[in-house]
Every structure is written in structure tokens, then in C-alpha cells.
């Protein structure tokens, strides 16, 4: 195992990273367990965001990654186009009970970006097979984050994501966020007040007519742009207006699968089903690649049901690979075995506390908190947009804790695993680094 330090930097093309400040001061991970990486230098970073939110059952879980071993050794590889393999049927059929049977279906991609493409394509493949190709129409919101495909980018709601990639898809409109800081600052939860911008979307109706919209997509909780947590009744009210003019409403659940909000996902928390849900990350623990976008029966019946041939053009070569099966099969064991949701309802109240002690501190203006996440977030610096919460990502990594920054806003989104100790340690760490900021 390489632990040292790479003899050059150069060629590595960074993601969403500041290549150049990046690489006159890196940080460097070389193995991670449990609760914690071990950096290149031999220190402890306690990690404070699961990885890229993509770690619920902790580091090194042993049985996913046995049975990850196991699978490579037995079926390397295995086409899924006019064939397959039995782990990608077992996964399909654990997903469903793991989801209570809300959906029929699942289709099978490598990560969330893919996981939104397709599931867009697939509402539009729906109305037309139906006969109603005219609904054409994909709505997003501001600030939301549905990853870098030309589609998620299209619905997304990130201005210097999108800013250099031309005009994007035609046919998107963007409801408004649901953040408020003046009437919702320091709330736990759902916020009390907000529930009326649901209705903008009965505004692009009157505007377009239903006739031409395909689905609504949004994150029931916006992770990437600092934890936005919908207000109170608004995911219900948005259900009811497609409802009522057959849009399809898609959650955007990369993020808030998987336990984040101590359920399995979030339209467990809010009591609302979506028709179709994209996935990600935790699928797999975030061992091997993998998402999915899972889909109520009438959709896929609509295929089904439209003239035969191949019914759906659609797929990737890496969709359903076996050993992202075997992991994803690992993790929802592990999900049971360890009852780890169980083991998250029960520390969130420790959690929630511990993220709202932070209030007074130099520079917070609000805290947000739902299920295992927090949203932190700093007055900027005048004319330094997210330059502080930068520093406090670079003090903090030194002092050795993982936290994620977006503009000013920390977020944080720990390993579900985590106990008393390891919040004691994150917060008191924490308050540290929020106390000599500049
Ligand atoms: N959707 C949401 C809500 C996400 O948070 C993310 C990634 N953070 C994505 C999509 C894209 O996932 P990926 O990076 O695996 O393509």
C-alpha cells in the first residue's frame, strides 16, 4: 500500500477543486476506518462528512468489502443488455423491500449524475409512450443540485456550474429556493415559513400549460448548496400540484438516501412519494460506483404497454456491474445487521444539540439541522464570497476534521456510526476553528 507522498501532482486533473491552491498545500488521504482517515502524514482527520456524504455505515465495513473481494474473484464483468446476473436481480428485489414497496422498479446507473439523466429521460420517455409527447417541459429549482450531466445541469439551479456550458436544455424553468434567513434562521427541522412557494409551480402551469410539462425535479433536502430544508407542508403541496396535472415529481435523493435523515429515505421522513427517486453514494457505502433511479409501477407499465421492441433506449455498460451489487447487497445487510438507522434515530437529538451549541459564536448567522445533517453557515467577508468558510475547511483539516464547505455554509453530514465522543470531538474542534476566523 502506497502511504507516501506522489512524486508529482501535475497531471491529475482535480473535480471541483482549486487546482492551484490545491497543489502547493495538499491534503492527502491514505486509508480511512471507522470514523476517521489517516492523512499522509500519519494524523487522524475525523470524518465529519461521510466522505462526499457517501459513507453512512462508516469506513471499512468488513462484509461489503468481502464481499467486493469475492464478487471480482467470481464475475468480473457481466454485460446486462439481453442478459444478466443473478446479484442484479437480488439487488433489485433487497432495494424494494429496503424502500417499503413504494416503487416497482429500478434502474441501474454508476452515479448520481447518471442517476438524474436518466431518470429525466425516462419521464419523457413515459409521456410518449402514453401518447403525450408534447409534455416536453422539465421544471428544477435555484439551488438545487442534481449533479454535472447536461440534464442534471439543465434542472439545476448552481449559476457558476452552469455558467460556461452554453445554453443548457431548452424547455427548464426553475421554481424559486425555499431558503430564508430572515424568517426561518436557527430552525430545526422543517422551518416554519415558506409553504406558500409550492404554489409557483401552479404559476408555470397557468403560464405553460400542463400539457407540456413532463416532471419536477428537487432534492427534498438541497445538500450542495448548504443544507436548505423544505418548510413546513411545502414537499405535500408540490405533490398535490402534479397530482392534479399529471407532472410527474421526481426526489433527487443522492444525498438524503440512505439514513441521512435517520430514515431510509427521505419520503420515509416527509411522508410524501415521489414517482420516481434517484440515488446514489450510500448505495454502496460508496465502495464501488453506483446509483439508481427507482420508479413507480405505472411507469414502467407504460412500457410494457406500448408496442413491442426494446422499450426503453437507454443504459450504460457499467449498469448493474456486479461488484457494485455485491457491495450495494453488503451495505443493506450491514444497514440490518448493525441497525444502523436505529443506532441514527437515537443519537440525533445529541447531534441536533451540539450543532445549535454553536449559536454566538464570531460570524454564524444561522444553523440548520435535520436528521444526521447540519448546515453552518458564516457571515462572508465583504466582497469574498466563500472565503471564510474556506479558511474555516483548511483550519479545520488541520486540526483534524472533515468538513465541507459551499459558500459560506458549512455542511456536515457524518457516518451514521458515529457516537457521543465523535460529536464531542467534531463540535469542540469545531468551535476552535469558528473562534479564530478571520
Ligand atoms: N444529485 C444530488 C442531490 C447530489 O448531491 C449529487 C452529488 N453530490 C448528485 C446528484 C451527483 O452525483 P454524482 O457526483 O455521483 O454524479
Not at 477543486?17 to 499522509?40: C, H, W
Not at 446509483?291 to 406500448?306: K, L, Q, T, W, Y
Amino acid at each position: 500500500m502506497n502511504e507516501s507522498r506522489p512524486q508529482s501532482m501535475s497531471a491529475f486533473w482535480m473535480p471541483f477543486t482549486n487546482n492551484r491552491d490545491f497543489k502547493a498545500n495538499p491534503r492527502l488521504l491514505v486509508s480511512a476506518e471507522g470514523m476517521y482517515y489517516k492523512d499522509v502524514d500519519g494524523n487522524q482527520v475525523l470524518d465529519g462528512t461521510a466522505g462526499l456524504w457517501c459513507v453512512p455505515c462508516g469506513h471499512g465495513q468488513p462484509k461489503i468489502v468481502g464481499a467486493v473481494r469475492e464478487m471480482i474473484g467470481q464475475l468480473d464483468f457481466a454485460p446486462t443488455f439481453q442478459m444478466g446476473h443473478p446479484a442484479a436481480f437480488d439487488l433489485a428485489e433487497r432495494l424494494m423491500d429496503y424502500t417499503g414497496h413504494k416503487f416497482g422498479h429500478v434502474f441501474y446507473t454508476n452515479s448520481g449524475s447518471e442517476a438524474v439523466d436518466t431518470a429525466l429521460k425516462i419521464a419523457l420517455a413515459y409521456h410518449k409512450a402514453r401518447g403525450e409527447g408534447s409534455r416536453t417541459r422539465l421544471i428544477g429549482r435555484e439551488r438545487g443540485y442534481h449533479g454535472v450531466g447536461f440534464g442534471g445541469l439543465s434542472v439545476g439551479g448552481i449559476g457558476p456550474n452552469r455558467k460556461s456550458f452554453g445554453p443548457l436544455l431548452p424547455g427548464v424553468d426553475h421554481l424559486p429556493h425555499t431558503h430564508d434567513l430572515l424568517k426561518n434562521a436557527f430552525s430545526r427541522g422543517e422551518p416554519d415559513f415558506g409553504v406558500e412557494l409550492a404554489d409557483e409551480l401552479e404559476r408555470l402551469v397557468t403560464l405553460h400549460d400542463a400539457s407540456t410539462i413532463a416532471a419536477v425535479i428537487i432534492e427534498p433536502v438541497s445538500g450542495s448548496t448548504g443544507v436548505l430544508v423544505p418548510p413546513k407542508g411545502y414537499l405535500k403541496r408540490l405533490r398535490e400540484i402534479c397530482d392534479k396535472h399529471g407532472i410527474l415529481l421526481i426526489f433527487d435523493e443522492v444525498i438524503t438516501g440512505f439514513g441521512r435523515l435517520t430514515t431510509p429515505f427521505a419520503t420515509d421522513y416527509f411522508d410524501v412519494e415521489p414517482d420516481m427517486m434517484t440515488t446514489a453514494k450510500g448505495l454502496t457505502n460508496g465502495v464501488i460506483p453506483m446509483g439508481a433511479v427507482f420508479s413507480r409501477r405505472f411507469i414502467h407499465d407504460a412500457f410494457m404497454e406500448a408496442p413491442a421492441g426494446i422499450e426503453l433506449f437507454h443504459g450504460y455498460t457499467y449498469s448493474g456491474h456486479p461488484v457494485a451489487c455485491a457491495a450495494a447487497l453488503a451495505t443493506l445487510e450491514v444497514f440490518k445487521e448493525q441497525q444502523i438507522l436505529d443506532h441514527a434515530k437515537a443519537i440525533q437529538p445529541y447531534w441536533e444539540d451540539a450543532v445549535h451549541s454553536l449559536k454566538g459564536l464570531p460570524h454564524v448567522i444561522d444553523l440548520r439541522t435535520i436528521g444526521l445533517v447540519a448546515g453552518i453557515e458564516l457571515e462572508p467577508i465583504a466582497g469574498k464570497p466563500g472565503a471564510r468558510a474556506y479558511q474555516a475547511f483548511k483550519k479545520a483539516f488541520a486540526e483534524g476534521i472533515l468538513i465541507r464547505t459551499t459558500g459560506d455554509i458549512i455542511a456536515l453530514s457524518p457516518p451514521l456510526v458515529l457516537e457521543k465522543q465523535h460529536i464531542d470531538e467534531l463540535f469542540g474542534k469545531l468551535t476552535g476553528v469558528l473562534n479564530n476566523l478571520d
